[in-house]
């Protein structure tokens, strides 16, 4: 009994950890593209900012 378990902990154990492993790595790989749009829209998100902080200034109605 003691052999048969220590076999199946050696041979299911690091097909679980494999498992596991691959899929933490496709998953990886799908959401970074996702991340590439969401940093084009922070990107253009912050340029709006730039762009209505420095016409406020130009104005004079920034407060400053």
């Not at 076999?7 to 991340?35: D, E, K, Q």
């Not at 829209?41 to 109605?61: C, F, H, I, L, P």
Request: proline letters at 2%; a negative charge; zero cysteines.
């Amino acid at each position: 009994m003691d052999e048969t378990l220590w076999s199946l902990m050696n041979i299911v154990g690091p097909a679980i950890l494999l498992i596991l492993l691959v899929w933490v790595v496709i998953r990886s790989r799908r959401r970074s593209g996702a991340t590439t749009d969401t940093t084009a829209q922070t990107e253009r998100a912050t340029d709006a900012q730039y762009d209505a902080e420095e016409q406020r200034r130009r104005d004079g109605t920034d407060g400053l």
